[in-house]
């Protein structure tokens, strides 16, 4: 990903930051006390960044509706009926799966009424999404306008998570506040686009189940354009922000402005199938230079909450890609559609001891091994040891 493959390799970690990696030289760097792991046989990467996900949905797990439109309505319902327990309990175990799996950084959606402790408290490090959403000027601005609170308290705790208010999407945010939002707000903001058929129809045509959707809550909305992206260019706003996620539908129009202002994909393997989008043309548009990272979305529109199911999806679905990109898309691609490359993502001196491990049985190749695993098998955060028995290891 970034600098060479190392084997035999050695990591001097402290203070929680990368120090040295190399081969034995490194060794010479120890200082009295400090202790020497040895892994054994164990390829060692960089913590997996999963960009997109809503953590607080975890306690609904997997819905069965896979109509778009059907599927949010039955989410909101849903959403609205738990409580913050159940949202907090979801959200322990959403961490849970995802650490076993190998994440260590996340991308999460919230809403103004997330509750979020158990995700601020917990190991892990990223963004936080704060969704502006709400077609009804008065509603989507007291979102906003909350977000900017909550905000104001991270300023005073800080803590290994950011806030960030973002455009839910371009179809279900108020245009006013939308243009708020992105003028107003610094980058990276995340935010669903050109997700399904349906949203799709709802800018080309202004028909379908989305529009009517969207008309029974505001007659008079509108976003006029071809696309997402065209309407937001169209009003002249900053799209350099934008951290796309999904781009399941985007137009040829729309991938010239993804590569004019450098955005990042978020694709989620397993929301895609669980809708049964058009095939998502991956190895196109790593071709094209576009930085590809991967969500898991959340449970509501997948199987699972595992990481390394999603990377299964991609090397089944895209047999060509080699594992070394995949694994790319998964940690370096991931920061850097977060914007936290500079702290997280590869391997080098200077960046977070943000590591995991695989046990390579027998005569695995180590860029494949992460692809064919069930659980990370070692993991360190800030230089701090997470297993056992933080992700437990089963038997095997
Ligand atoms: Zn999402």
């Given at each position: 990903m970034e600098g060479p493959n190392l084997s035999p390799g050695y990591i001097c970690v402290r203070d929680g930051i990368i120090q040295a990696i190399g081969d034995e030289f490194v060794l010479s760097m120890r200082k009295k006390g400090e202790e020497l792991i040895d892994l054994g046989e164990m390829v060692l990467l960089p913590g997996f960044v999963n960009a997109h996900c809503h953590l607080e949905l975890t306690a609904i797990g997997p819905l069965e509706k896979t109509d778009f439109v059907e599927w949010v309505k039955e989410l909101v319902s849903r959403k609205n009926s738990l409580t913050n327990d159940e949202k907090s309990e979801g959200i322990k175990k959403g961490i849970a799966k995802l650490m076993r799996s190998g994440v260590t950084c996340i991308g999460d959606h919230i809403s103004f009424n997330t509750p979020l402790e158990a995700i601020i408290k917990s190991p892990l490090k990223g963004r936080l999404f704060g969704e502006v959403i709400g077609v009804l000027p008065e509603v989507c601005n007291d979102i906003y306008t909350s977000f900017k609170n909550i905000q104001k308290e991270f300023t005073f705790h800080p803590s290994h998570f950011t806030l960030h208010p973002s455009p839910h999407s371009i179809h279900a945010v108020y245009p006013e506040t939308l243009k708020k939002v992105l003028t107003d707000e610094p980058s990276p903001l995340s935010c669903h686009l050109a997700e399904s058929r349906t949203e799709e129809d709802y800018f080309k045509t202004g028909k379908g189940a989305l529009a009517r959707f969207i008309r029974e809550r505001q007659h008079d909305l509108r976003h006029p354009g071809q696309s997402g992206l065209?309407?937001?260019?169209?009003?002249?706003?900053?799209?350099?922000?934008?951290?796309?996620?999904?781009?399941?539908?985007?137009?040829?129009?729309?991938?010239?402005?993804?590569?004019?202002?450098?955005?990042?994909?978020?694709?989620?393997?397993?929301?895609?199938?669980?809708?049964?989008?058009?095939?998502?043309?991956?190895?196109?548009?790593?071709?094209?230079?576009?930085?590809?990272?991967?969500?898991?979305?959340?449970?509501?529109?997948?199987?699972?909450?595992?990481?390394?199911?999603?990377?299964?999806?991609?090397?089944?679905?895209?047999?060509?890609?080699?594992?070394?990109?995949?694994?790319?898309?998964?940690?370096?691609?991931?920061?850097?559609?977060?914007?936290?490359?500079?702290?997280?993502?590869?391997?080098?001196?200077?960046?977070?001891?943000?590591?995991?491990?695989?046990?390579?049985?027998?005569?695995?190749?180590?860029?494949?091994?992460?692809?064919?695993?069930?659980?990370?098998?070692?993991?360190?955060?800030?230089?701090?040891?997470?297993?056992?028995?933080?992700?437990?290891?089963?038997?095997?």
């Open positions: 065209d309407y937001l260019e169209g009003e002249n706003l900053p799209l350099s922000k934008l951290l796309v996620v999904h781009g399941n539908y985007l137009t040829e129009k729309d991938l010239s402005a993804v590569k004019k202002h450098s955005l990042s994909i978020v694709h989620c393997p397993g929301s895609h199938e669980y809708f049964g989008h058009k095939p998502f043309p991956l190895e196109k548009l790593l071709a094209d230079g576009i930085n590809i990272a991967i969500g898991t979305d959340s449970i509501a529109s997948n199987t699972d909450l595992d990481f390394l199911l999603e990377l299964k999806r991609i090397k089944k679905l895209h047999p060509h890609l080699e594992p070394l990109k995949i694994l790319q898309m998964a940690t370096l691609n991931g920061a850097r559609a977060l914007q936290m490359d500079l702290e997280i993502g590869s391997l080098v001196a200077g960046k977070k001891a943000d590591l995991i491990g695989f046990c390579l049985d027998g005569n695995k190749i180590p860029d494949e091994a992460p692809l064919t695993a069930d659980y990370v098998d070692w993991m360190m955060i800030d230089g701090k040891l997470m297993m056992p028995p933080m992700v437990p290891r089963p038997d095997r």
